[in-house]
């Protein structure tokens, strides 16, 4: 019986110890994870637009890029904070600053503080939404021959020849019967001084690509007469592709307009003189514009 008693004080005491020994061998508290994106969101009132910056949590930078605004010295931003982190400094998330040197946005992730460098610049030029761009017929444009105009404002083109697939097989094809000049006539969706120009082919220097046009542009105040009388309207510029070649297609046909001598306008109108037939019919993709921030 003293065995059995014996025994079972042994087998106790080794129970104990054990428990004891994985206990304080234990660390019980809880890891602490860094929030990784401790900035959710920085934005700044760009005019009547609201702009998202680009953040990057890897060089810790924040980029804003203002096209509307004239100066950089009195921007409002707003900061949008991660829950887990703490913003703490500057103290508040709506803010008024001056843009036109670095500012510091630091954040606690948890386990540290962070600093962000913000800045914001204003490009010299800007492509303009083609969501704004619309038609303005005139009653001596030519008449459509397949397509819809709106075709060259939904955002595709293609970028090497016979690449229909990248358009969906659309473009916008119009021509005069009597084989005069053929145009179309569209409205920007915005006056802007105008650097630069591109009108992106179908057709690969055959068939109904445009061999010979031009650029022309209302100058004028207000909307231009309906009755589309050139003498209202100002030629901006000639394109020829007599001697394009294949290797040239995915860069679209471009003009490009010096800043001090850029034409203000807001519609555009293109009229073919010749196609690869010979005719005056002429087809496009897509149409883009380029205006310089004033």
Known sequence: MKNIILLSGVILYSVFCFTSCEEEGMDESIPVNPVMTPIKAV????????????????????????????????????????????????????LKLDLTKPNEVVVNNLLKDVTYTLTATIPEFTMIDVSKHKAHLLSNDSRVLEGNIDKLWDGLRMSKPEAYDEVNYGNYLCGDPENAPSSFTYDIGET????????????????VCPKRYELWGYLGDGVPSQNGD??????????????????????????????????KVRYLRLRCLENYKGTTSFSLSEVNVWGYNM
Do not use: C, M
Not at 49 to 60: G, H, M, P
Not at 230 to 256: A, C, H, P, Q, V
């Open 43 to 94: 934005t700044a009132e760009d005019g009547a637009e609201t702009v998202q910056a680009v953040i990057s949590d890897k060089t810790r930078t924040i980029e804003l890029s203002l096209k509307n605004l004239q100066s950089l010295s009195n921007v409002n931003v707003h900061l949008s904070i991660a829950k887990r982190a703490k913003l703490i400094a500057p103290s508040d998330t709506i």
């Open 192 to 207: 802007i001084n105008l650097y630069r120009f591109r009108a992106s082919l179908y057709w690969a220097y055959t068939n």
């Open 230 to 263: 050139w003498d209202e309207w100002t030629k901006l510029g000639d394109i020829d592709n007599s001697n394009s070649r294949l290797t040239d297609f995915g860069e679209g046909d471009n003009l490009y307009f010096e800043k001090d001598k850029s034409p």
